[in-house]
């Protein structure tokens, strides 16, 4: 069997997006399972569209996700140089190829020629075809004109790894070009040799590239050169699930999750579960786990919805599973500025305290600032809660002048808070919504904490009586 090599091939024109590595791990899922190889490409031959500084950020894309590669415009390799701007020998090699076959020539007619066939199609009700317009007789290609591809158009019928069997009539099969005329070969074309070159075994590519898979077939015909397995990768949906994932309507650069405190790790399995599951009801996969279980017969043939809420239901799984110590260190630059002049030992009470509620770690200022300084007393937390609302001042005062008295002749370590906080509820007859709702936004001016005798223990006698102290005052 022929050695499996895959590949990712971006064009660097801006940020990568969950749609567009997807793509990237499906290929390294499969090389890692098949002890093969990995190769990162740039396909760079629209010079218009690209971006500086795109190249680097699609390279710490795949580092920071942890898609290492084996073959890469970075480190070399044996199919080197692998960016298409330096390839252009090769693609000229392979168009002389053609054209000595009598399977390419120059393009004679101006782009307002083409446009004035393309409008006498649309005025007969006829799809535009380039080859209805071939010339009998080219001039000699000179490379200041566009080389087409001469076609011969046929029916075919092939079989995709993920779609299964597909046909096309040979009314899709059409001239195209191989090589503008500024000198830059077409992805039709260039990708095509590149693969070749460099002993690509699967390609893996997304859905929009599959109505122009029967002209890729007659090019590879044309060639002379083995076809590699074709996988279409169905779309990944918007949240709506009505279409396709994309830029325009704000899909998230791959880094920006990272920078956001996503783990790697949670979102190699998120992406990895978009349009693809082993056939149980497991969610949660190692990186080892999906190298051994990845296939693309299950690769789903539909589009799979982006659903960011289950990435944060997902991250925050791996969150809960990281032991205190390294998660303390992974948060190290989250912290809220206050934190400077308290120790590592109290942020780790904190962290200890949050790690359950905390799905990536830009929340972490949020959910822990409250430990750190006091925040101004906020009247809203009282008149918007649910249940607080329905009392007066006066009781609301009392409650908290109870409280108060408890938490004076408490030691503050957590089964004597937990026993005076219970022994309230008792004499009180409150409720935990009404009694501990109270006293919690009053020591911490939040509307959510963890729970409340952990919380109180690790703020603390002093600071937890100054701050009802001062929500009384407000209630005064």
């Known amino acids: 069997m022929k050695p499996v090599r895959t590949r990712f091939a ?12 997807r793509t990237a791990l499906f290929a390294w899922l499969l090389a890692r399972q098949n002890k093969g190889a990995f190769i990162l490409r740039f396909e760079d031959t629209d010079k218009k569209r690209e971006v500086e500084g795109a190249r680097e950020h699609l390279i710490d894309s795949l580092h920071q996700l942890g898609l290492d590669y084996d073959e890469g415009p970075d480190i070399g390799g044996p199919f080197a140089p692998y960016t298409q701007s330096e390839r252009l ?3 000229q090699k392979w168009a002389q190829k053609l054209i000595e076959s009598g399977r390419a ?22 799809p535009f075809l380039y080859r ?29 790894a993920v779609m299964g069997q597909l046909h096309t009539g040979p009314e899709v099969v059409d001239d195209f070009v191989l090589i503008k005329s500024d000198g830059y070969p077409t992805y039709n074309f260039a990708h095509i040799i590149d693969d070749a070159e460099m002993e690509i075994s699967h390609v893996l590519r997304g859905q929009e590239f599959l109505s122009s898979t029967p002209n890729y077939l007659n090019l590879y015909e044309a060639l002379e050169v083995e076809r590699p397995v074709l996988a279409t990768m169905p779309h990944v949906m918007g949240p709506e699930g009505n279409k396709k994932l994309s830029k325009r309507d704000g899909a998230k650069d791959v880094l920006d999750y990272i920078r956001d405190g996503y783990l790697p790790d949670a979102l190699v399995n998120f992406i990895a579960s978009l349009g693809w599951n082993d056939g149980t009801e497991q969610e949660i996969f190692s990186r080892d786990e999906l190298i051994a279980k990845f296939s693309l017969e299950h690769v789903h043939t539909s589009g799979a919805s982006f659903d960011e809420r289950r990435l944060e239901w997902m991250n925050g799984s791996y969150i809960r599973a990281l032991p205190l110590d390294d998660l303390l260190n992974k948060v ?37 600032r409250f430990f750190f ?18 009392l007066s001042i006066d009781e609301l005062r009392d409650l908290l002048q109870q409280a108060q008295a408890s938490l004076e002749a408490s030691d503050f370590s957590l089964q004597d808070l937990t026993d005076r906080l219970n022994n ?18 009053a020591t911490t001016q939040s509307p959510a904490s ?19 102290k001062a929500q009384l005052n407000q209630l005064n």
């Open 424 to 441: 309230l509820l008792e004499k009180t007859g409150q409720k935990p919504a009404v009694l501990f709702s109270l006293i919690r936004i």
């Open 450 to 468: 963890p729970g409340l005798a952990d919380s109180l223990a690790v703020l603390g006698k002093e600071t937890s009586l100054r701050r009802v």
């Open 105 to 126: 020539y120059a393009d004679p007619y101006t782009p307002e020629e083409v446009q004035g066939f393309r409008e006498a199609a649309q005025k007969a009700h006829k």
């Open 10 to 21: 971006p064009s660097p024109t801006g940020y990568l997006h969950v749609g567009g590595i």
């Open 373 to 390: 300084i006091d925040l101004p007393v906020n009247p809203e937390l009282i008149s918007s809660h649910k249940h607080l609302k329905k």
């Open 332 to 368: 190290a630059d989250y912290w809220p500025e206050e934190v400077s002049d308290y120790p590592a030992e109290y942020k780790k009470q904190v962290l200890g305290l949050v790690q359950e509620r905390l799905k990536y770690f830009s929340e972490l200022p949020e959910l822990t």
């Open 132 to 160: 209805n317009h071939r010339p009998e007789n080219p001039p000699a290609w000179d490379g200041t004109k566009p080389l087409r591809f001469k076609s011969d158009p046929k029916a075919y019928d092939w079989e995709d």
């Open 89 to 91: 020998d090769s693609y």
